[in-house]
């Protein structure tokens, strides 16, 4: 089963800091990174810079549609508008359907803002309190959903590329 962690840091720059952590976390095979992604929000920007970490993902990643479709709808449908509004709602249901649900993406909406980074990381494998004590020191806020594995093939399923 996999499960999708977002861990929260209180600076624009503390996910890109935790990456080194996360690095040293899977070389030790205490956490196997199935895919992930960045979210860095500077205190005068508009909105976040994304990025996925295709560096640290193997075969089989979600990869940058399913990263883009998932930020896109936390942070910039909001942005965008009543117009696109309706339209983030259907695809927010469908998310659901993938282990995703509506409370998730609002959390995350309340949580990652001006001044915030958030780590997105899909993982397998993961020691927990290996993983939870290794981000203590980075002032992390930990917020995650777990995947059912049929839940986990779905999302496998709509987003895996490649295939």
Do not use: C, Y
């Not at 193997?58 to 910039?76: C, E, H, P, R």
């Not at 609002?106 to 290794?134: C, N, Y």
């Not at 049929?150 to 295939?163: V, Y």
């Amino acid at each position: 089963m996999a499960t999708l962690t977002v861990w929260r840091f209180p600076t624009a720059a503390g996910a890109d800091e935790a990456l080194g952590t996360l690095k040293k976390l899977q070389h030790q095979e205490l956490i196997k990174v199935q895919d992930g992604a960045v979210v860095s929000w500077p205190d005068n920007a508009r909105k976040p810079k994304t990025r996925h970490l295709s560096d640290m993902t193997g075969m089989g990643a979600l990869g940058g549609a399913f990263w883009g479709f998932l930020l896109g709808l936390i942070f910039f449908v909001p942005i965008l508008g009543a117009a696109v509004g309706a339209a983030g709602g259907a695809l927010g249901g469908h998310l659901a359907h993938l282990g995703i649900d509506e409370d998730f993406i609002k959390r995350l909406r309340d949580k990652v803002t001006p001044g915030t980074s958030a780590l997105f990381v899909l993982s397998t494998d993961a020691v927990l309190d290996a993983v939870r004590s290794a981000f203590a020191g980075l002032h992390a806020e930990l917020l995650e959903t777990n995947l059912s594995a049929e839940e986990e093939a779905r999302l496998r399923e709509a987003f895996t590329e490649g295939e």
